[in-house]
């Protein structure tokens, strides 16, 4: 009986031992890595992602280039915005807008800022940021304006609706590492050309392009960065 207690007390003890490693393994499991880009072209910003009751972790929004990876957990729903405490000390917590994370342990966000501050209203589309998916010699396209757009890229032909985006590899059909792009809007049933040159194919890198109207002109414009 002794040593049934002694096997029995083993077992229990391994199986709580595996079950501890099991949850850290699923919570391990449940992070997900981000890396974050803000358009249009504007000063730094610094945000906050809440992820538990009262806990916040910062994020900059910036246009230049994507931020460093961040590890967060996996939510049903992430929500971006500022924390602050009110009068008797407790935490609250104003969302600027939220996302449903994509099913990827990388993942690429995008935010579209409505006016000159966050505060203002963030859009954010949730994009595959593993380099398999969106990797070197590829490029991501995002139509923010409200026309449909079409494209001519080392070969590649696309439209896109307003609100959509794609990711192509162009061809270097211009020589070496460069390739012919030529991008236009739909306006009252014409096709305009806003954008006509060689561009390079990005060997070691990707790119990403936004399309957008400029308040001004009415016209569409291009912001791209490039990711190496």
Same mark, same amino acid.
């Given at each position: 009986?002794?040593?049934?207690?002694?096997?029995l007390?083993?077992?229990?003890?391994?199986?709580?031992?595996?079950?501890?490693g099991?949850? !850290?393994?699923?919570?391990r499991?449940?992070?997900?890595?981000?890396?974050c880009?803000s358009f249009?072209? %504007?000063?730094?910003?610094?945000?906050?992602?809440?992820?538990?009751p009262g806990?916040?972790v910062?994020?900059?929004?910036?246009s230049h280039?994507?931020?460093?990876?961040?590890?967060?957990?996996?939510l049903?729903?992430?929500?971006?915005? &500022?924390?602050?405490t009110?009068a008797?000390?407790?935490?609250q917590? &104003?969302?600027?807008?939220q996302?449903?994370?994509?099913?990827?342990?990388?993942?690429?966000?995008?935010?579209?800022? &409505?006016?000159?501050?966050p505060a203002?209203?963030?859009?954010?589309l949730?994009?595959?940021?593993?380099k398999?998916s969106?990797?070197?010699?590829?490029?991501l396209?995002v139509?923010l304006a $409200?026309? %449909?757009v079409?494209g001519?890229?080392?070969?590649?032909q696309?439209?896109?609706?307003? !609100?959509k =985006?794609i990711?192509?590899?162009?061809k270097?059909?211009?020589?070496?590492?460069l390739?012919f792009?030529?991008?236009?809007?739909?306006?009252a049933n &014409?096709w305009?050309?806003?954008?006509s040159?060689?561009?390079?194919?990005?060997t070691?890198?990707?790119g990403l392009i936004f399309?957008?109207?400029?308040? $001004?002109?009415r016209?569409?414009?291009? =912001?791209?960065v490039?990711?190496?």
């Open positions: 009986m002794i040593f049934a207690g002694r096997i007390t083993g077992i229990a003890l391994a199986t709580s031992l595996l079950a501890a099991m949850g !850290g393994q699923q919570a499991a449940q992070e997900v890595s981000i890396t880009l249009p072209k %504007q000063s730094p910003a610094s945000i906050e992602l809440l992820v538990g806990k916040t910062p994020i900059t929004l910036q280039t994507l931020t460093e990876p961040l590890k967060v957990p996996r049903s729903s992430w929500k971006f915005g &500022k924390s602050s009110n008797a000390g407790e935490f917590f &104003k969302s600027y807008g996302v449903r994370p994509g099913k990827t342990r990388e993942q690429l966000l995008l935010f579209v800022r &409505k006016g000159p501050s203002d209203g963030l859009n954010i949730s994009l595959d940021g593993g398999t969106f990797g070197s010699s590829q490029m396209f139509n $409200r026309e %449909q079409a001519l890229v080392g070969g590649r696309f439209r896109l609706s307003s !609100g =985006h990711i192509i590899k162009p270097a059909d211009r020589g070496k590492n390739c792009a030529s991008l236009k809007y739909q306006r &014409k305009r050309t806003f954008f040159t060689n561009w390079p194919t990005l070691t890198a990707r399309l957008y109207n400029d308040p $001004r002109s016209s569409v414009k291009m =912001h791209s490039v990711d190496s």
